[in-house]
């Protein structure tokens, strides 16, 4: 079984709701580090809050922003500028629908 899958692929939001194993506050770093290693993407800068992580991710060239939410165990990809990222969003919503 996939560790990672699509959840959903909101196209006009420019976001992609990942299935992923659970987490809490402490595991999200290594979870999120193992999904972006597989995608061949790269951490720029992390910042968290209380209760969410919110980091700039580069993948390929395109800048987006990872955000886990642990209370709810939630996980999701949000593009900087929804249409420069189409491209991007389609590609990766495909690799998730596909798991991994």
Request: glycine residues 8%.
């Amino acid at each position: 079984m996939a560790d990672f899958g699509l959840r959903e692929y909101i196209e006009q939001e420019g976001k992609l709701l990942i299935v992923t194993p659970s987490f809490d506050f402490d595991s999200f770093d290594s979870l999120a580090i193992s999904m972006l290693n597989q995608l061949g993407a790269t951490v720029v800068e992390k910042q968290w809050d209380a209760d969410i992580h919110s980091w700039l991710v580069d993948f390929e060239g395109c800048r987006m922003l990872l955000k886990g939410e642990h209370y709810s165990e939630s996980m999701w990809l949000e593009a900087l500028d929804i249409s420069a990222s189409k491209e991007e969003f389609d590609f990766l919503a495909g690799l998730f629908r596909r798991g991994f």
